[in-house]
């Protein structure tokens, strides 16, 4: 607060403190006029007004509040600049309050210090705790179950665009992920580009036209191949998604894989590492190792 505004509310707070009492002194003193008596004002020919002092009780909360005002003056930043003897702020308070949860949340992840992500994974109060950063952090994207969207992966199958180890599972939540996949519309043409989506769902084993995947192959072998491997199976150095399994960040219609060679695709997974600090990171890694462990176990039939 410059110092102007601060003689301001100064001022301002002696005008209305100072006032009260001023007011408080006045209707105190004694009345010229004798209880009972009117006053000899008279408005609308009969309504006259009577002389009776104000209750006790409404004058001494009247003072109480005067005096209480000045004692948190003195104690209580609010005086202009004045900060108050107890050097309270709403600031500190809050900084204080900060200090505490963090403190807590130090001593919660201290207790896993020592575990691995992988016995993270199988720890039930971890993946508890787990749970509940990625309830708070990760679901707004990836789905409260971790199943995903479009766009957003699927945490809860075999699939892993990034990798599905451990240490890959936490490097890709820690430091975040870009995946570039530029516009191929340039190269292929109109021509080339369902040509090659037609032979990419070959590689799926899903319904394509054979002539024009024909056509497709050759494009795909010199192009994609750097990215998606000869056989489409992906890259997770690169981020590149495996091309023959059923599961799709985008969708697997021609449709859909004519828009990501026509458009690109460039998903990205946020570093988390600034926003929920490591120690978070390799909690919530630990939850989503144990989501990949439960896919595996469905997947093989259900059998630990
Ligand atoms: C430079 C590496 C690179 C090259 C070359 C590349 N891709 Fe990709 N591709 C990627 C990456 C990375 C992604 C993941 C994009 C994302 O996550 O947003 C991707 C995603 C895709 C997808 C979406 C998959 C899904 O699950 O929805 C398709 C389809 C695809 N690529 C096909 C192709 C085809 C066909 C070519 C050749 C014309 C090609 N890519 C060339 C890196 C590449
Ligand atoms: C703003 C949305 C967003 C938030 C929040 C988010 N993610 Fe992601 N995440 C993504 C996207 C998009 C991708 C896919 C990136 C790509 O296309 O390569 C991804 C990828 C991933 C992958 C890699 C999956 C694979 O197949 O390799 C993991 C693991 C992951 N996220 C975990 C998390 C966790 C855990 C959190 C919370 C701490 C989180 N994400 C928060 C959007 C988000």
């Known amino acids: 607060m410059s110092g102007a505004w601060s003689i301001y509310v100064i001022v301002l707070s ?11 002194a006045m209707t105190a003193k004694k009345p010229e006029k004798k209880e ?9 020919d009969d309504l006259a007004e009577y002389n009776n002092p104000l209750p006790r009780w409404w004058l001494w909360l009247f003072i109480g509040t005067i005096i209480f005002s000045a004692g948190y003056l003195v ?26 949860y963090e403190e807590i949340a130090r001593q919660t992840y201290a207790k896993f210090a020592a575990l691995s992500v992988a016995d993270l994974a199988k720890n039930a109060e971890a993946v508890n705790l787990g749970r509940n950063i990625f309830a708070n952090n990760c679901a707004a994207c990836h789905g409260t179950d971790g199943r995903g ?21 936490y490097t890709t939540i820690l430091n975040g992920r870009m ?45 994609c191949v750097a990215c998606h491997g000869i056989d489409g199976k992906g890259n997770p150095a690169l981020g590149a998604p495996n091309l023959t399994d ?14 990501s060679l026509t458009k690109g695709r460039n998903g990205q997974m946020p570093a988390h590492g600034p926003l929920i600090g490591a120690d978070a990171v390799k909690i919530v890694s630990g939850y989503v190792y144990s989501l990949r462990d439960q896919a595996q176990s469905t997947a093989s039939g259900g059998e630990k």
């Open 179 to 223: 995946a570039a996949m530029p516009s191929w519309s340039a190269v292929l043409g109109a021509e080339g580009t369902p040509q090659v989506a037609a032979y990419v769902r070959s590689l799926a084993g899903l319904g394509h036209d054979a002539t024009a995947a024909a056509a497709g192959k050759p494009r795909y072998e010199q192009i």
């Open 14 to 24: 002696l005008l209305v403190v100072g006032g009260s009492a001023w007011l408080l």
């Open 36 to 44: 009972g008596e009117t006053t000899g004002h008279v408005w609308d």
């Open 149 to 169: 969207a479009v766009g957003f992966p699927n945490l809860t199958d075999a699939s892993w665009q990034w990798g599905g180890e451990a240490d890959q599972i």
């Open 75 to 100: 104690l209580y930043p609010g005086f202009g600049a004045n900060k108050g003897t107890l050097g309270w702020s709403s600031e500190g308070q809050l900084l204080a309050e900060q200090q505490k």
């Open 246 to 259: 059923a599961d799709w960040l985008y969708g697997s219609s021609e449709a859909t894989i004519v828009e």
